[in-house]
């Protein structure tokens, strides 16, 4: 098929790899404009996608909207017969949904209608859902509200942010690429009307620890936050990005130690840290930090 990519993030780039392997002929690929970033957070980088498409040849557009005729006539004379949207990061209006001759189809990290919107990965971690997945749809003008055409389940078992990111990224795009091989007989599911919530996105601000509430909500946070933005407390004045915790036994009064190895007691239960990142130093294991900078038993976090 002659198709349009539109995305940003690592989570696209393996559709897009897939996507050529397949055959496909991919004529352009629309991501996001470059970002400040880099060591000094100045040089303007491209996302992901970008260096992946620039690497295989493909044409790189990165409008900073779509709304303009001058933009979606230009899009229009792609003659696509699909595009693929991949977490891109911009509204597409509705001339762009339907200038592909087959529409536009989104893969989406979630198992609709749970979890439409910005970060459904993040929100189902932080439910608790035992399981996740992710959602091949037709896209139309509503937030993630299309009919869907697959679906493939994971469960979610201990696993972070990032590890479910990279493993619904990958089974995202080969699962793209057996419903585009089979489109002609897939035939759309309208999604349920009951079952729906939306994953809004993430403010920095819910990444600082909670202890207030249960340690297996705690242990969520931080796989919530793991890579980014990284679930932290704050000791000191000084920030702690905590990478990796267990919940523990143990009761006393929510954010205080319980002993001298960085367990802290919740609403119920209790968190062990058991890797630790200051500011402006290498991650490292609790162990490690305690021994140069020890946090005793009734410490105060947060």
């Given at each position: ?45 491209p ?54 001759r ?13 979890w ?8 189902a ?6 399981t ?23 469960v979610?078992?201990?696993k972070t ?6 493993e619904?990224?990958?089974?995202g ?23 729906v ?5 993430i ?36 920030r ?7 919940t ?13 190895a ?8 209790a ?10 130093k ?7 930090l305690?021994?140069g900078?020890?946090?005793?038993a ?5």
């Open positions: 098929m002659r198709i349009v990519f539109m995305g940003t993030p690592d989570f696209a780039v393996p559709a897009l790899v897939a996507l050529i392997e397949a055959g496909h002929e991919v004529v352009a690929a629309y991501t996001q404009p470059p970002r400040p970033g880099g060591r000094r957070g100045k040089e303007l980088t996302s992901p996608v970008h260096k992946e498409a620039e690497l295989r040849g493909i044409a790189v557009r990165h409008p900073v909207s779509l709304r303009g005729a001058d933009e979606q006539a230009a899009f229009a004379a792609l003659e696509a017969d699909v595009a693929i949207v991949a977490a891109y990061g911009l509204i597409l209006p509705q001339a762009v949904l339907d200038a592909p087959l529409g536009c189809l989104n893969i989406h990290a979630s198992i609709l209608p749970r439409r919107g910005a970060a459904p990965i993040q929100r971690i932080l439910a608790g859902d035992p996740t997945g992710v959602t091949i749809m037709q896209m139309e003008a509503g937030l993630d509200t299309g009919p869907m055409l697959a679906t493939l389940r994971t979610i078992e201990g942010a990032g590890d479910l990111t990279t619904l990224a990958d089974k795009a080969q699962l793209l690429i057996g419903t585009l091989r089979d489109l002609a007989v897939h035939r759309p599911v309208k999604q349920p009307e009951d079952g919530t939306y994953a809004k996105k403010d920095k601000a819910e990444a600082q620890l909670d202890f207030t509430q249960d340690a297996e909500g705690a242990e969520r946070q931080v796989r919530a936050f793991t890579p980014a933005p990284g679930a932290f407390f704050v000791l000191d004045g000084e702690y990005k905590v990478l990796a915790a267990e523990a036994s143990g009761t006393g009064e929510p954010g205080v130690t319980l002993d001298d960085l367990t802290v007691a919740c609403g119920t239960g968190l062990r840290v058991t890797r630790i990142q200051r500011a402006g290498p991650a490292m294991d609790t162990a490690d305690l021994r900078r020890p946090i005793p009734g410490t105060r976090i947060g």
